[in-house]
């Protein structure tokens, strides 16, 4: 991808949970509102994946989403070919997706916001518990090279039995073929900071992590107002709610 022109829609997954339809109803809206390439947003729905038995995992207490485990479907629902994006749906995109997609670099197998975070809460969103562990929140943001060989690992098979640290910390690849993406492009909302007077620590995609403006508890937290605004835009645009689409990746 890179610099090269985007003939084909880019592929963007993005985690849906009933519980947080509107959160996913914003992003999306956030996503296309500012993308100047052709895109395809595909939500990951876990009750389409099990019908198609792609997913089939008895669900564990620490699961926070519906999309925990099924984001690893990634590469899969991609048919392994070209680049495409996982992201959670408490993500607002404040700029351009495709200064994202042109970071891409052939040489990993995924690339991400690698940060360096232990959460202070104990609980997230509704109540959900918060787990800690290494590489916590790289997961949530992902560029996948979904052609690369060590991806093919990823099947329907694996993503249902594997263990959440093997999955959540890439144990399938080495250290050298995961990529680093600016912090920017997943801004943990309460953890990163915007430095004054410098533009590069500005967010391109605030993530509400520890819950956003939808649950009531959250609606004060920073950047509240900008997902707020976005919701408004996206409601006064849409006259009826549009459904979810089925994924028809198999």
């Known amino acids: 991808m890179g610099s090269q022109s985007h003939p084909t829609p880019f592929k963007i997954f993005v985690g849906y949970d009933p519980r947080e339809d509107i959160a ?5 809206h956030s996503i296309l509102k500012h993308s100047s390439i052709p895109v395809e947003i595909i939500p990951i729905v876990q009750s389409d994946l099990r019908k198609k038995a ?7 207490p620490l699961e926070s989403t519906e999309f925990s485990f099924t984001r690893f479907l990634t590469p899969s629902l991609a048919d392994y070919q070209g680049w495409a994006m996982f992201v959670d749906c408490d993500f607002l995109y404040l700029s351009d997706i495709k200064e994202l997609a042109d970071l891409v670099d052939e040489k990993y197998a995924i690339m991400c916001v690698q940060h360096d975070y232990t959460p202070k809460e ?26 690369h060989p060590k991806n093919r690992i990823l099947t ?5 039995t594997q263990t959440g640290a093997f999955l959540h910390r890439f144990q399938w690849l080495e250290d ?10 997943n801004f943990l909302e309460g953890h990163n900071k915007v430095v004054e007077g410098d533009s590069a620590t500005y967010p391109k995609a605030i993530h509400y992590t520890r819950g956003g403006p939808w649950f009531e508890a959250w609606k004060h937290c920073e950047f509240a107002d900008l997902w ?6 996206y409601l006064k645009k849409e006259k009826r709610k549009e459904p979810i689409e089925a994924i028809t990746q198999v």
């Open 176 to 185: 050298e073929e995961i990529g680093s993406v600016p912090f920017v492009w």
């Open 54 to 60: 792609l997913y089939w995992r008895e669900r564990n």
């Open 122 to 147: 104990t609980t997230k969103m509704d109540g959900a518990v918060q787990t800690v562990y290494p590489r916590k929140n790289w997961s949530s943001m992902v560029l996948y090279n979904c052609g």
């Open 24 to 28: 996913y109803q914003v992003c999306r």
């Open 156 to 160: 329907p098979d694996l993503v249902n």
């Open 228 to 233: 707020l605004n976005e919701m408004d835009e």
